[in-house]
């Protein structure tokens, strides 16, 4: 078997570079297949671990105008009871508040407050019982268990929630830590909301609890039933069906059903298509490794065909030539087999430290050992079955003194069609990067902002009481010798309608609105345009166009430049003001790159909520090239205002704002990686191609250049030979690209019939083969005729 193994080593010789870039590339196809399979493992499962229930179940929440996932209210969830296809449902409602472990009072702790009919709709596990609920027992998270106490046992641990005492029935398990993306601390019965209504809710607090916006439910169905189906019903419910007097405001968010126990569906949706994604795109690769893997065994069974043939003429036997070639293989099955699983690996702790995969597997990716073992198993065989093709082909031939290692007519024809078949990919691959990048680069243009235009957030660990100066919220603050603009939030986070409008002599219902407050200079700060200059002060707003067009609308007014002077109405909660628009400014990207505009107001900071005002921290926003000495600065006058308040620096603002759009910025490194990958390959494996095609052809090549051929005659027609297999190729691309053009659509947002990219790739592509191909002809020809002559 070693004499066979260096055998076939030496056999290698001249083309070593190619084997071991087919390896390499062929130990990365295996990885990635392993992971990719690996991942939709992971995915294949509607619900955490943690939930013992198998029957159908789905999840209720809202989303808002990002796309996110928001909590909606028991209100709504209880409205899905009366479907016909929902048999029981449940909701957590998620609150921060006070906890005190002993005597010392822990701020910002995370409260899940769960219903009773949660514990067998999920399936709750140990400790979670009916009777620790019916005895108003806490559970603790395990992080909880770790960070904040010292006692040996639960027995020794004293909790107080609101001046109240806590039993304690155990320790969820640690798969629990969190409900979503939320972090919990700590699992209370749904009565314990009772303690936290305030005195204006004293003679209803049910209204309150009920129709606060801070729940995730779940549905338990009597059989599973399309999503979309069960989606509409509920929505026609919630339009036809009235909201309680009194209580919060419907905050207008579009309801969302989600299929299983799920509250990163945005990350688990991107996810999928990223992997789907990805497979297609390693199936592209797959092809071009193999097919290279074809084409160089083609290559050496033409070098080796007069000895397998001369083999078989002495009486060799067939299956002990295939034995003799398994064993020439070895050395790549055993580098398959070795380097494969040690790059999966490593390819999946680098994953795992990406935002979004570490985000969506809270407890890191698990690592299944039979995925890979068979991604490692098939890719061996195909290996082996790719390279016995062309060697079964050489076995099937008869001997002959006068074939001498050249290229027969079929294999020719194979040749070329096997080239067409791998620009055909190449092509295709190309299109899609550029598609996704000028899609990308589309979306990063609409950000205007100014490169040294950065926000600072406020980071809040207990309840506030704040007291703006004038000088503050009216622009005239300066901090670091720069002028500073104030918002009431952050400027991508206006998802919730908080507040309604209408005008003066319109007697119908108000209509919810995106509204935020802000500093006298906000707009001249951030360098936001007015099409209608105004300056805003408190008994006036500025609104953006698309507000500005709605009114128009509304209003029956000519154009939306009319709607300036007009006065509306503008209610909240327990709030009114009569406020008249002066300004209009263009619309700005509040709700990420991928939302259209939708109409906001904006009012000035002092104008704010009475009831909120002192509570909420606004955010700053400073143009400036030093960002850290403005946030000490300050951190300097917030640490003045409490203890409990702390500022932090998110970067530029128009970073901000591109990173609302984590999935298309992931899809496209992913997809952009891949392509170059497979033109690397592409490009190593079609110079050894061309550059054996006229290795073949040298004999040939000798003896018209020895009758006068010239050296630039021979070369064009080579070049030409190959520009019309990328013709070939290119119509071919072309052909699959508007074929799968529906599905790019519906999966990808973006259509890949744009002419001038393909223009774009198919030029590329086309330059790519007339240099591959001129610079492998060039090595052969650049010797001198009798060397050419002696091969």
Not at 151 to 174: E, F, M, R, T
Not at 312 to 338: T, V
Request: charged share 10%; proline share 4%; net charge positive.
């Amino acid at each position: 078997m070693l004499f066979d193994v260096k055998y076939g080593w030496r056999k290698w010789r001249g083309q070593r570079g190619i084997w071991a870039v087919l390896i390499i590339s062929l130990c990365l196809f295996c990885s990635l297949i392993g992971f990719v399979t690996n991942l939709l493992w992971l995915l294949s499962s509607d619900r955490p671990q943690w939930v013992n229930q198998i029957s159908p179940l789905i999840t209720v929440a809202n989303q808002d105008f990002n796309g996110n996932l928001q909590p909606t209210s028991e209100y709504d969830i209880a409205l899905l009871q009366q479907l016909s296809a929902v048999q029981t449902v449940a909701s957590v409602a998620v609150q921060t508040a006070v906890v005190s472990v002993g005597i010392k009072e822990i701020p910002g702790l995370r409260i899940g407050f769960y219903t009773d009919t949660l514990l067998p709709l999920l399936g709750l596990p140990e400790p979670f019982s009916q009777q620790g609920f019916e005895a108003k027992k806490a559970i603790l998270s395990s992080q909880f268990w770790h960070r904040h106490t010292n006692a040996k046992a639960l027995s020794q641990l004293s909790l107080y929630y609101q001046n109240q005492v806590l039993p304690i029935a155990g320790v969820a398990p640690a798969s629990m830590d969190k409900l979503g993306n939320i972090q919990i601390d700590l699992w209370l019965p749904d009565s314990y909301l009772l303690l936290d209504v305030p005195q204006m809710f004293t003679d209803n607090p049910s209204l309150y609890i009920n129709s606060r916006g801070n729940r995730y439910g779940f549905a338990l169905l009597n059989e599973a039933i399309p999503i979309t189906q069960l989606q509409q019903a509920y929505s026609t419910l919630r339009q036809q069906t009235p909201r309680p007097q009194g209580g919060f405001i419907d905050s207008q968010f579009t309801s969302w059903l989600i299929d299983g126990v799920e509250l990163k569906p945005i990350e688990r949706d991107m996810l999928h298509k990223q992997a789907w994604i990805l497979m297609v795109l390693l199936v592209c690769f797959g092809f071009i490794i193999f097919s290279s893997i074809v084409s160089a065994y083609m290559q050496q069974g033409i070098v080796r065909q007069s000895e397998m043939q001369l083999k078989l003429a002495l009486g060799g036997d067939q299956k002990r030539l295939i034995s003799q070639l398994f064993k020439e293989n070895i050395p790549a099955f055993a580098s398959l087999i070795i380097i494969a699983p040690i790059l999966g690996y490593g390819i999946l702790q680098y994953v795992s430290h990406i935002p979004v995969y570490r985000s969506y597997f809270d407890t890191g990716l698990s690592f299944n050992l039979g995925l890979w073992v068979a991604a490692v198993t098939i890719s061996v065989s195909l290996y082996w079955f790719c390279a016995q093709i062309p060697m079964m082909g050489i076995m099937t031939t008869q001997f002959s003194r006068g074939q001498r290692g050249q290229m027969t007519k079929a294999q020719q024809r194979m040749s070329q069609l096997t080239i067409v078949a791998q620009l055909t990919v190449i092509v295709s691959v190309i299109i899609l990067s550029l598609v996704l990048s000028f899609s990308e680069w589309q979306k990063y243009q609409k950000v205007s902002f100014s490169s040294d235009l950065y926000s600072y957030e406020p980071k809040v660990t207990s309840p506030l009481s704040l007291a703006l100066t004038a000088q503050q919220l009216e622009g005239k603050w300066q901090v670091a010798g720069k002028a500073v603009a104030l918002s009431s939030a952050r400027f991508t986070a206006l998802g919730d309608k908080g507040l309604q409008y209408k005008t003066l002599n319109n007697p119908g219902s108000s209509k919810p609105i995106n509204g935020l407050y802000v500093s006298s200079n906000f707009f001249d700060l951030l360098g936001i345009k007015y099409l209608i200059p105004a300056t805003l002060t408190t008994s006036s707003m500025t609104v953006n166009r698309t507000m500005a067009s709605q009114l128009a609308d509304e209003l029956n007014l000519n154009h939306w430049q009319d709607t300036q002077g007009i006065t509306l109405n503008v209610t909240g909660f327990y709030y009114q003001k009569q406020l008249t628009i002066t300004g209009i400014v263009e619309d700005q990207l509040h709700f990420g790159l991928n939302q259209s505009p939708s109409p906001v107001i904006y009012l000035h900071l002092s104008a704010q909520n009475p009831l909120f005002a002192h509570r909420i921290a606004p955010v700053f926003y400073s143009r400036n090239s030093t960002p850290e000495l403005v946030r000490s600065r300050i951190n300097e006058w917030a640490s003045l205002q409490s203890t409990h308040l702390s500022y932090i620096s998110n970067g530029t603002l128009a970073q901000q704002i591109i990173n609302t759009d984590p999935a298309g910025k992931l899809l496209f490194m992913t997809s952009f990686a891949m392509a170059i990958m497979i033109c690397l390959l592409v490009v190593f494996t079609l110079y050894y191609r061309f550059h054996f095609a006229v290795k073949v052809q040298q004999l040939k090549l000798a003896i018209l250049l020895a009758v006068g051929g010239q050296k630039d005659t021979l070369m064009l027609h080579i070049i030409r030979l190959n520009v019309s297999l990328m013709a070939i190729a290119a119509l071919c691309a072309g052909l699959l690209m508007l074929a799968i053009d529906d599905y790019s659509i519906s999966l990808l947002g973006v259509s890949m019939w744009q002419p001038m990219l393909w223009l774009y790739g198919i030029v590329f592509c086309t330059l790519l083969i007339i240099a591959i191909t001129f610079l492998a002809t060039k090595r052969i020809l650049r010797h001198s005729i009798s060397r050419l002559l002696q091969g």
